[in-house]
Nanobody, 115 residues
């Protein structure tokens, strides 16, 4: 079993910052890609950012230059630093980890940006 524990969501004013964390535990073998997705009400889940074991990153165009994804391989933890937040960033953010055994999701953490 694999468990993902997310933290760091909350309510922030536009222009503010938040930092999300996601720690993976359990049968963690061959962690390949860790990342963050988000889903706003009535919308499909979309990739926000991801990072490979070697540190290669990918970002959605809507967050480039504002969000930074990073990871601590020793702790099996991925972070998402979110700066210059906008109301359109409001969503439930989900951590995702891809292992040899499959893809796993966190329970989601709410991020709300007020205007």
């Amino acid at each position: 079993q694999v468990q993902l524990e997310e933290s760091g969501g909350g309510l922030v004013q536009a222009g503010g910052s938040l930092r999300l964390s996601c720690a993976a535990s359990g049968r963690i073998f061959g962690v390949n890609v860790m990342g963050w997705y988000r889903q706003a009400p009535g919308e499909q889940r979309e990739l926000v950012a991801s990072i490979t074991t070697k540190g290669s990153t990918k970002y959605s165009d809507s967050v480039k230059g504002r969000f930074t994804v990073s990871r601590d391989n020793a702790k099996n933890t991925v972070y998402l630093q979110m700066n210059s937040l906008k109301p359109e960033d409001t969503a439930v953010y989900f951590c995702n980890v891809i292992l040899y055994s499959g893809s796993y999701w966190g329970q989601g953490t709410q991020v709300t940006v007020s205007s």
